[in-house]
């Protein structure tokens, strides 16, 4: 398989159906995970594993994180609340579990019903559940710091609280953390700012990754800046769908097809297809005929002449 510059995580199937009123059958999700990485994502968040009364629409992750495991070269990646929730996902064979940890203790309340306290509990015992595992098998365990940037019901976050929380889940033992703008409050100089925070606080090679949303528009410029500091995975769903929930009034990712023109127009390889994401695209939006879903680039196409890096 080819190296890629930047990795980008493919979100929708996680981030962008559990937001959705309408459910995509199991099948169709399949189809669709497959299809992405037909395209060349190499990381899919596929679901999470939540009580099914809470999600509805991530019932079937069971099933699906066994459908994607069979697709080679694919890292399959989950969200879980709880330590319940990763136990399922060891159980399922995810190769990477992600937990959000609020950074603004009242999202974290109505999101997960825990504290800060209660997630630093929660962290240390997955860590513990994750070491267990034999090494071939352990996945990669990553605490998600959102509402980093902001929140909806909190208003502005402190950037000392969330270097703070950055240090103690990480002495919690997770592997690494990541900076989520949960509800598209982040600005440039603000992102660029906290990723130099946290990486003075914990080292370069903890932090690696963002997942930002577009709500005023900000994700493309928000996802360059973190380029430019040297962040290497990015998160994105197809069509731009998602949204948090119980973050009121947090509205779509990054979308994909966008940020990886965005990526290899720069010169830097995503190791992905545009036809064939395209292809992927079409699809979701068959599947999901209800759904608005955005993106530029597909809607102009590649400029002409474009050759991909
Ligand atoms: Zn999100």
Redesign the pocket.
């Known amino acids: 398989m080819e190296q890629v510059d930047i990795l980008v995580s493919e ?1 929708g199937p996680r ?1 962008g159906l559990q937001s959705l009123a309408q459910v995509m059958p199991t099948q169709a999700k399949c189809e669709w995970i497959s299809l992405l990485a037909a395209a060349g994502l190499r990381e899919i968040e596929v679901g999470s594993f939540v009580p099914p009364s809470v999600l509805p629409q991530m019932a079937d992750t069971a099933e699906i994180v066994a459908h994607a495991r069979t697709i080679p070269g694919l890292d399959v990646a989950v969200l879980v609340p709880n330590l319940r929730g990763a136990e399922n996902a060891v159980r399922a064979g995810a190769h990477k579990i992600s937990i959000p940890l609020s950074v603004s203790e009242t999202h974290s309340l109505k999101n997960v019903r825990r504290n800060h306290a209660q997630m630093l509990e929660e962290i240390a015992a997955i860590a513990s559940l994750v070491a267990q595992q034999p090494a071939e098998q352990r996945p990669h365990f990553e605490v998600g710091l959102s509402t980093a940037f902001g929140c909806t019901l909190e208003g502005p976050v402190s950037e000392e609280l969330v270097v703070r929380l950055a240090v103690a889940a990480i002495e919690a033992g997770c592997a690494e953390v990541g900076l ?1 703008d ?1 509800t598209g409050y982040a600005n440039p100089a603000q992102l660029r700012r906290l990723v130099k925070k946290v990486w003075d606080a914990v080292g370069r090679d903890r932090l690696n990754g963002v ?1 930002l ?1 577009n709500t005023r528009g900000q994700g493309l410029a928000n996802a360059l800046a973190a380029l430019d500091m040297g962040i290497t995975t990015v ?1 994105a769903s197809m069509g731009g769908i ?3 929930p119980f973050a009121p009034g ?1 509205s779509g ?1 990054i979308v994909t097809e966008d940020l990886v023109f965005l990526v290899e127009a720069m010169g830097m390889k995503t190791g992905i297809d545009f036809e064939a994401l395209m292809r992927a695209r079409d699809f979701l939006a068959a599947a999901m005929p209800d759904v608005e879903i955005y993106g530029f680039t597909p809607a102009a196409g590649l400029p002409r002449g474009f050759e991909r890096a």
Request: glycine share 16%.
């Open positions: 979100v981030d989520s949960t997942h949303h998160d998602g949204g948090c947090a990712n």
